[in-house]
């Protein structure tokens, strides 16, 4: 896993370099969801591919940019899922954006990650990873090296609301459990970027994040294979949880395919809970 996380940390570099350097602007394809690609998600995947093909573990790769899964090698026992920079709409405004990293064994289940690793291009460029007992926070330093710098532990009990979606289409179950949580006191904190507004959650010590299913899309927009199952497993080794509508751990999803979406809650306990609640369902 060491070898495959300084991959990452390499891939990082580069799309740091890419990002504070390259054109914002959009290329002329589309990816397999029919988003129009920027040239900035073409040069990224294309760096993480590089890197990540060179590693001998890796097995095989599926990008979030690409309709395939990439086969590397016969041998190898990592399949690594990832959004190479997620949030990418967000690089024109100078907005802060990431990378996400999932490395599972077999096939793309949630039960079978081994470990998740995200990456957040802000004034500073960090790294986070969820692997064994620890989720640990990594910031670059001005050699270009990784160096750790903490242990990320949630409260059970945050601050701060993202609520992700078109509110226009959002569930009345869903309004009231936001405009609720607003009556009482909790902060918008929502950027558009899940890499930055989860990274926010979690460096402060907790809060919701939630991307629902809406009335125009009932499974919600957050791709479980690169974006929704590496960060469950961030939140909860981290002490939160990642749920989805229905209460299922997001970490036992079985996506019917690598870019199946699903709706998503992470955050501490009593949020995540509470919004397991508010849409109904019976909580042990
Ligand atoms: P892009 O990579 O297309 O910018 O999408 C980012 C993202 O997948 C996730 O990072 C955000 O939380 C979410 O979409 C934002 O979506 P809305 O614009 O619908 O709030």
Redesign the pocket.
């Known amino acids: 896993m060491k070898e495959v996380f300084e991959g990452i940390a390499k891939a990082a570099s580069r799309i740091a370099d890419a990002l504070a350097h390259d054109d914002t602007g959009y290329s002329d394809n589309k990816n397999s969801t029919g988003?129009v690609q920027l040239k900035l998600d073409i040069r990224s995947d294309y760096i993480v591919e590089e890197e990540l093909s060179r590693i001998p573990t890796v097995h095989a790769l599926a990008s979030e940019e690409q309709e395939q899964i990439s086969p590397i090698r016969t041998g190898g026992e990592y399949l690594v899922g990832y959004d190479p920079?997620?949030?990418?709409?967000?690089a024109d405004v100078n907005l802060s954006v990431g990378s996400i990293f999932g490395i599972y064994e077999n096939s793309f289940v949630g039960a079978n990650l081994a470990a998740a690793v995200y990456v957040v291009y802000g004034p500073r460029i960090e790294m986070v990873t969820a692997y064994k007992h620890n989720v640990e926070l990594w910031r670059q330093d001005r050699s270009g090296e990784f160096k750790f710098v903490q242990i990320l532990r949630l409260k059970d009990q945050g601050k701060l609301v993202a609520p992700?979606?078109?509110q226009q289409f959002w569930y009345p179950h869903h309004k009231k459990l936001v405009d609720d949580m607003f009556a009482e006191g909790y902060r918008l904190r929502y950027s558009?970027?899940?890499?930055p507004?989860l990274h926010q959650i979690l460096i402060k010590g907790g809060g919701l994040f939630s991307?629902p299913g809406t009335t125009d899309k009932s499974k919600g927009?957050?791709r479980m294979v690169f974006?929704s199952m590496p960060f469950a497993k961030v939140f909860e080794m981290a002490g939160g949880l990642a749920l989805n509508d229905e209460a299922g751990r997001l970490l036992d999803s079985v996506p019917e395919g690598h870019h199946d979406t699903s709706p998503c809650f992470f955050g501490s306990k009593n949020e995540v809970l509470r919004a397991m609640r508010a849409y109904g369902n019976k909580l042990d």
């Open positions: 988003d920079l997620d949030g990418s709409s967000l992700g979606g078109t558009g970027g899940m890499v507004d991307y927009k957050i974006e």
